[in-house]
């Protein structure tokens, strides 16, 4: 069993960074997981943008986010976080946390990952 709870949502203006943070909370190592950050804005389909391996760390992004966002895991902290740099507009969005097994991270298919938090808003105005 995982617990997901996500944190650092909020409003920001186009160009603008914000953080967001995931507690990670499991019976088994954290660090065993795979991670990722998904992204649904309304009347689309959640979108996977990043995710990382467990025990390599070698993370893949979808090419909406390359260059401007970073994945990363504190696993001392049990803690998931991506960064955004340079927000768009089109990057509202609801963001959630997920975890997976390593298979998980073969893909984006968010069916492949059967544990999430609830999510956090982040509001990009132009």
């Known amino acids: 069993q995982v617990e997901l709870v996500e944190s650092g949502g909020g409003s920001v203006q186009a160009g603008g960074s914000l953080g967001l943070s995931c507690a990670v909370a499991s019976t088994n190592t954290p660090s065993s997981y795979c991670m990722a950050w998904f992204r649904q804005a309304p009347g689309m389909e959640r979108e996977g943008i990043a995710r990382?391996?467990?025990?390599?760390?070698?993370?893949k992004y979808a090419d909406s986010v390359k260059g401007r966002f970073t994945i990363s895991q504190d696993n001392a902290k049990n803690t998931l976080s991506l960064q955004m740099n340079g927000l768009k507009s089109e990057d509202t969005a609801m963001y959630y946390c997920?975890?997976?097994?390593?298979?998980?991270?073969?893909?984006?298919?968010?069916?492949?990952?059967?544990?999430w938090g609830q999510g956090t808003q982040v509001t990009v105005s132009s």
């Open positions: 990382i391996y467990p025990g390599t760390g070698t993370t």
């Open positions: 997920a975890a997976g097994s390593f298979n998980s991270c073969y893909s984006f298919r968010a069916a492949g990952y059967p544990y």
